[in-house]
């Protein structure tokens, strides 16, 4: 029997009771009034399968009311296995693919795999990285095919710079990823790394008077290293998201870039080594569903159904 066999891929009331029992694991909770006792199911014909109703505000919803997955008509069994293989794959997995693994058109694949990327990314309170006797890591680098045009100086005339991408990870802790657009890495800073962790950083001129603790290294000198002062954890973490966005992410839109790092984040902080496996890694991006601000639409709209439909 392979992965893909399991009943959560293939039978929907499974799919919805394996995601029932991932968002609900002490019992239903209505995404209207927050009740966790008043829930009761609507069986019979009349009623879509799933469907439960509140005691307290006597409101209809189902598992997907108020997540990500909502108001789409799209199996649940589509959305645990494209969750699911996002989850499984080191690299990330093209849109493309995953409309030939499930069987539906590019566009809804594409449509699922940004929502899904919505479930990864951190919670809005997630808070800054580091902390008292915390160590941070903090670099950017380019994402370009060619070198000419990685760095902003010396473009050729009429080049546009790569995207640029800025990481800090808390050594033992997590990676945070993001798209400077218009953002500079000062605000960055202030907005993910806590006051009083350690920054270590290359000898970039754009960290120095920004935080009090600061240590670096000059890679201009050619010290890559010294004792712990180094960035070898985001090279390393570059290193992947690069071979990923480049190899399985060809077309991939400067505006979406968040997203995908978004993932390639996720999969770092829930690694192997940490001890958690591909199913445990699908149920925690399966936890994030709920309560994400969402920032785009389905690109079809007879993909959308009414709110109540969930
Ligand atoms: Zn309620």
Redesign the pocket.
């Known amino acids: 029997m392979s992965a893909f066999d399991a009943p959560q891929f293939t039978d929907e009331t499974k799919a919805r009771e394996y995601l029932e029992a991932i968002r609900w694991p002490d019992g239903p909770v209505?995404p209207?009034?927050g009740?966790l006792e008043?829930a009761y199911r609507l069986e019979g014909k009349k009623h879509r399968p799933g469907l439960l109703k509140?005691k307290?505000?006597r409101?209809q919803f189902s598992v997907t009311v108020g997540t990500v997955f909502e108001r789409s008509k799209i199996p649940l069994t589509k959305w645990v296995l494209a969750t699911h293989l996002m989850c499984s794959s080191k690299k990330g997995i093209s849109s493309h693919q995953i409309a030939r693994t499930l069987g539906v058109t590019y566009k809804t694949a594409w449509f699922m795999t940004h929502r899904i990327r919505e479930a990864m990314a951190p919670a809005k309170d997630a808070g800054p990285l580091g902390g008292e006797g915390k160590t941070v890591e903090a670099d950017e680098t380019y994402l370009s095919k060619s070198p000419k045009t990685r760095k902003p100086a010396g473009l050729p005339l009429g080049a546009k710079p790569a995207p640029q991408v800025f990481s800090l990870v808390e050594r033992g802790g997590n990676v945070r990823s993001m798209y400077l657009d218009d953002k500079n890495i000062r605000g960055a800073l202030v907005q993910h790394l806590h006051e009083a962790s350690r920054l270590v950083t290359d000898g970039s001129n754009v960290y120095k008077a920004q935080v009090v603790n600061h240590e670096s290294v000059d890679h201009s000198k050619y010290e890559w290293a010294r004792g712990d002062v180094h960035t070898n954890t985001l090279e390393n973490f570059f290193s992947i998201f690069k071979r990923g966005l480049i190899g399985t992410y060809q077309h991939m839109d400067k505006k979406h870039l968040n997203r995908y790092l978004a993932e390639f984040d996720f999969r770092r902080n829930n690694r192997v080594k940490l001890g958690i496996n591909d199913a445990q890694r699908t149920a925690i991006a399966l936890k994030g569903i709920e309560g994400k601000r969402l920032t785009y639409r389905s690109p079809d709209e007879t993909q959308t159904a009414p709110l109540t439909q969930g």
């Open positions: 209505c209207h009034c009740s008043g509140c307290d505000c409101e």
